[in-house]
């Protein structure tokens, strides 16, 4: 079954995160293109616009936009993807993986084009439960609301000596 890691960057922050998908979490992305937006939710971020910018597969080779399907093949670049030339005109047969998403890709690299107009909450932030006082607390808080809601004496009647 499909294993994928997901890099997700933001453009906006300079940041990104790893995500891991497994079994049938992955398989929405099988058959998907570089170049090809998807929905956030595949990858725990509703309401986001991914758009899918490259990845690497088993052996790390990595997937070029202009080579079609899922395979790999041998291509003559004289820059881009796979290679950068260190001298003008210098060309080089590499080995490349084509634009389509396969079992035999290892990692996806996205990022994110669009984001919902409200901040998202975390999972974490909605699981907690609101606090709680503990009985001793509890108990600590009546003791001085009651000192403070001692009754008024009269003001005409002296005060009895004991």
């Known amino acids: 079954m499909a294993k994928f890691k997901v890099v997700i960057s933001d453009p906006q ?7 891991e998908l497994e079994e049938h979490k992955a398989v ?18 509703p309401k986001h616009k991914l ?13 070029h936009p202009t080579i079609h399907g899922g395979i790999r093949k041998s291509v003559l670049l ?3 993807v796979g290679f950068k030339p260190k001298r003008e005109g ?3 047969r590499k080995t490349l993986r084509g634009n389509t998403i ?17 901040p998202v909450k975390k ?3 909605k699981e907690q439960p609101p606090a709680e006082e503990t009985p001793a607390e509890e108990a600590a808080q009546q003791e001085k609301t009651s000192e403070n809601k001692e009754e008024p004496k009269p003001e005409g009647e002296p005060e009895k000596a004991s």
């Open 13 to 19: 922050t300079g940041k990104s995160q790893s995500v």
């Open 78 to 80: 004289k820059g881009g």
């Open 90 to 92: 210098h060309r080089r």
């Open 102 to 118: 396969t079992e035999e890709i290892v990692q996806v690299n996205m990022k994110i084009i669009e984001k919902p107009k409200e």
């Open 123 to 125: 999972k974490a932030e």
């Open 51 to 63: 758009l899918i910018t490259g990845g690497t597969d088993k052996d790390g080779f990595p997937m």
């Open 28 to 45: 929405p992305l099988i058959g998907k293109k570089i170049g090809e937006t998807i929905d956030g939710t595949i990858v725990g971020l």
